[in-house]
């Protein structure tokens, strides 16, 4: 089965492809990302209505970082009409699965069915980390101390066929197990349908997932300062040096179990049910803001269609050694979560049909440590987000609009949600880059008197 067949219809991503053009003197045009689509891809990891979470606080915190989706499941013991009103008071919806050593899919369909009919259901999700947290299922142990990935195989086998047989959830996609990397016997994992010639224990053909999953935290191997971390964490090749797309799919981390070649990677539908990084001995406060926001944007830009973030809010029950939320436990928000609802309100955008369109723009010199994003709003505004990931220093860029604009706004998330500065009848915008967002704001009929686009 080929990787095109894979990506729902809802999923096609114009970021895959290189859209920005880089040190060239001529403007090109480029087709707008919906901004919409960008918000939709922002999520967190949240336990809701227990280990110390209280739903009131969840949702308010969730509107006010603007989230769209949150990761969760069965695991999380409460009805499922908890879910449905966070729902219909935030507008959030779920990832769905039986998390860390769960198996028991009846339940999983069953209660997924009513989530689905209250529009409340994003997608489903395998097992979260086999390899530390084992399964049983059908009696086979799987995973974790166990010799054999076989159960874990198996379970994600008919989970995948459950939701495709059932008239009411075949059209939501089905997303894989984290940490395929550490597969111990090659079941095959590593892909998302099982090809020809594979060789592995798993018969050919074997469908798991419509996504791949991973949790590329920010921080591996790497804890000191380094340019272009979070771009690196997003990288879908061998050149990541995180626990990234490549050794989990690519050649796993653990066996060296072939999988994707890296053209294929480039392509392959993905999602990430856990990134971050702690507030500590290595990253400040005002670092970890730094980072959630620039990764987020380099996650979307580098193609993955969904990110959740660990965590919502620090764990009150692990003996304090959790920090990675956008909130503290008593709820306090961080930098972070400041620094979120500030770029969410600024591109601020409802869920809708409406098509992007494009502009002609370019950025000569653009740094290898900055990056740019073109987004559109349904009212038609434009919101050019360019970002930079340098460790010190500034660069000095200029963006070239192509044509004059009336008014140009740029804004500043870590400031505040209003403009830092309005530019008029300009074409040519400076800006100076270091280690956080720009957002570059014009109307799509903008153009001052005399000039078209």
Not at 86 to 92: F, K, N, S, V
Not at 258 to 279: H, I
Not at 430 to 444: A, F, K, M, R, Y
Request: hydrophobic share 40%; aromatic share 10%.
């Amino acid at each position: 089965m080929s990787l095109r067949s894979l990506l729902p219809a809802f999923a096609c991503l114009s970021v895959l492809a290189p859209a920005v053009v880089h040190a060239q003197a001529t403007t090109s045009a480029v087709t707008a990302v919906r901004a919409a689509d960008f918000l939709s891809s922002i999520g967190a990891c949240s336990d809701i209505d227990q280990r110390g979470e209280h739903v009131e606080q969840t949702a308010s915190c969730a509107s006010y970082l603007g989230l769209r989706w949150i990761r969760t499941g069965i695991e999380v013991r409460k009805p499922v009409s908890l879910f449905i009103t966070l729902h219909q008071q935030t507008g959030l919806r779920f990832s769905w699965s039986t998390l860390s050593g769960g198996t028991n899919l009846t339940r999983l369909i069953e209660t997924a069915r009513e989530l689905a009919a209250a529009d409340a259901l994003l997608a489903f999700e395998g097992p979260n980390e086999p390899n530390n947290w084992g399964i049983t299922y059908q009696g086979e142990k799987g995973g974790g101390k166990a010799p054999s990935w076989l159960a874990v195989a198996k379970y994600q086998r008919d989970l995948y066929q459950a939701v495709k047989s059932d008239p009411l959830l075949k059209r939501y996609p089905v997303w894989g197990i984290s940490e395929t990397g550490a597969e111990k016997d090659n079941v095959g994992l590593q892909y998302l349908v099982i090809p020809p010639g594979a060789g592995t224990l798993m018969p050919e053909g074997t469908r798991y997932a419509d996504f791949a999953v991973c949790h590329n935290y920010i921080i591996h191997s790497h804890p000191k300062p380094i340019e272009n971390r979070t771009w690196n964490a997003a990288d879908p090749t061998a050149v990541c040096q995180v626990d990234g797309l490549f050794g989990n799919y690519g050649v796993t981390w653990g066996r060296k179990f072939r999988g994707y070649s890296e053209a294929e990677l480039l392509k392959l539908p993905r999602v990430t049910t856990e990134t971050g990084c702690t507030v500590g001995k290595d990253v400040t406060e005002q670092q970890h803001g730094l980072f959630l926001l620039s990764m987020y944007l380099d996650q979307f830009k580098r193609g993955w269609r969904y990110t959740s973030v660990y965590l919502l809010r620090d764990r009150s029950d692990e003996g304090g050694n959790q920090a990675f939320g956008f909130y503290k436990a008593d709820y306090t928000p961080r930098l972070a979560g400041v620094y979120l609802h500030n770029l969410t309100t600024i591109l601020a955008d409802p869920e809708t049909s409406k098509s992007s369109g494009s502009w002609a723009y370019a950025i000569p010199s653009l740094p290898a440590t900055a990056h740019d994003l073109l987004l559109q709003k349904n009212d038609g505004t434009f919101a050019l987000v360019v970002w930079g990931e340098r460790v010190s220093g500034s660069d000095a860029v200029t963006v070239d609009l192509g044509t004059a604009v009336a008014a140009v706004k740029i804004y500043d998330p870590t400031v505040g949600t209003e403009p830092v500065q309005t530019l008029h009848n300009v074409q040519a915008v400076p800006l100076t880059l270091n280690d956080h967002p720009l957002i570059v704001s014009w109307q799509e009929s903008g153009a001052a008197a005399g000039h078209g686009l």
